[in-house]
């Protein structure tokens, strides 16, 4: 039985976290390791990251195992998954954070281009929804959180292909959560803007800064903030929350 301790809620339970090599990821990580979960901490292609995230959970008292896989690949998150319960156990929190982030216009951005995008950012994150769900229902416990972006609702100036890869996660989210809600799994969405600390900037840090009500860009740790005060709570689902800064008033 998993501990409620308001220090650990995520005490035996565990979490794979996509896209954990850096940024927001990599936070999130940390932060669910701090809550006690045993975190799958997956990356693409730098592993070297992700062995040395894992260390430093390690060093601090958690417990933290790396998966690598190309989310592009439709294959890659059924065996992800299967991989991460044969070595840690059954997937009780999934934070579907990997992306790709080209920036391109609609005049550049081809179909090659624009289901290289889709693969990673849309369609994995629902085959890893659709792996672990049926897991989670069954135990009657689960935690979905899909890493979106205020793109999704504005545009934003990556592209047409990442607006849209992004968009398509509020519907996902919307459609899994009011099937899976009353099996005490919650599906939801964050949506942060500008964040500093990712590498996926759009422009230049001091003019983008400008632009942010609040004076600042955010940072990886914001999002880790608001994101594991999501997972955390049990009656919160199917909502896309933003974190700009105060850019978009909604």
Same mark, same amino acid.
């Given at each position: 039985?998993?501990?409620?301790?308001?220090?650990?809620? #995520?005490?035996?339970?565990?979490?794979?976290?996509?896209?954990?090599?850096? +940024?927001?990821?990599?936070?999130?990580?940390?932060?669910?390791?701090?809550? /006690?979960?045993?975190?799958?901490? @997956?990356?693409?292609?730098?592993?070297?990251? &992700?062995?040395?995230?894992?260390?430093?959970?390690?060093? &601090? +008292? /958690?417990?933290?195992?790396? #998966?690598?896989?190309?989310?592009?690949?439709?294959?890659?998150?059924?065996?992800?998954?299967?991989?991460?319960?044969?070595?840690?156990?059954?997937?009780?929190?999934? &934070? $579907?954070?990997?992306?790709?982030?080209?920036?391109?216009?609609?005049?550049?951005?081809? &179909?090659?281009? #624009? =289901?290289?995008?889709?693969?990673?950012?849309?369609?994995?994150?629902?085959?890893?929804?659709?792996?672990?769900?049926?897991? *989670?229902?069954?135990?009657?416990?689960?935690?979905?959180?899909?890493?979106?972006?205020?793109? $999704?609702?504005?545009?934003?100036?990556?592209?047409? @292909?990442? $607006?849209?890869?992004?968009?398509?996660?509020?519907?996902?989210?919307? #459609?899994?959560?009011?099937?899976?809600? $009353?099996?005490?799994?919650?599906?939801?969405?964050?949506?942060?803007?500008?964040?500093?600390?990712?590498? *996926?900037?759009?422009?230049?840090?001091?003019?983008?800064?400008?632009?942010?009500?609040?004076?600042?860009?955010?940072?990886?740790?914001?999002?880790? =903030?608001?994101?594991?005060? *999501?997972?955390?709570?049990?009656?919160?689902?199917?909502?896309?929350? *933003?974190?700009? +800064?105060?850019?978009?008033?909604?």
């Amino acid at each position: 039985m998993a501990s409620a301790r308001d220090d650990a809620p #995520f005490a035996g339970r565990i979490a794979l976290v996509t896209g954990a090599s850096g +940024g927001i990821g990599a936070e999130l990580g940390r932060r669910l390791a701090d809550s /006690g979960a045993v975190v799958a901490l @997956h990356y693409a292609s730098n592993e070297a990251a &992700a062995t040395a995230l894992a260390a430093e959970i390690g060093a &601090a +008292g /958690g417990r933290a195992r790396t #998966f690598g896989a190309d989310l592009g690949d439709a294959s890659a998150p059924e065996r992800l998954v299967g991989r991460v319960e044969r070595e840690l156990g059954p997937v009780d929190v999934l &934070a $579907a954070n990997a992306g790709l982030s080209r920036p391109g216009s609609w005049e550049e951005v081809d &179909a090659e281009a #624009f =289901d290289e995008t889709v693969a990673v950012n849309l369609r994995a994150p629902y085959l890893l929804a659709r792996r672990v769900l049926p897991g *989670m229902r069954e135990r009657e416990y689960g935690r979905i959180l899909f890493t979106s972006s205020v793109a $999704a609702l504005t545009g934003g100036i990556v592209g047409p @292909h990442y $607006a849209s890869s992004k968009a398509g996660l509020h519907g996902l989210t919307h #459609f899994l959560a009011s099937r899976v809600a $009353a099996d005490g799994v919650t599906v939801n969405a964050i949506a942060p803007a500008l964040i500093e600390d990712t590498g *996926m900037l759009p422009g230049d840090p001091g003019e983008l800064a400008q632009v942010v009500p609040i004076g600042r860009l955010g940072k990886s740790a914001d999002v880790a =903030d608001l994101a594991l005060a *999501m997972l955390r709570n049990g009656y919160l689902t199917s909502k896309v929350v *933003m974190l700009d +800064g105060g850019i978009h008033p909604r």
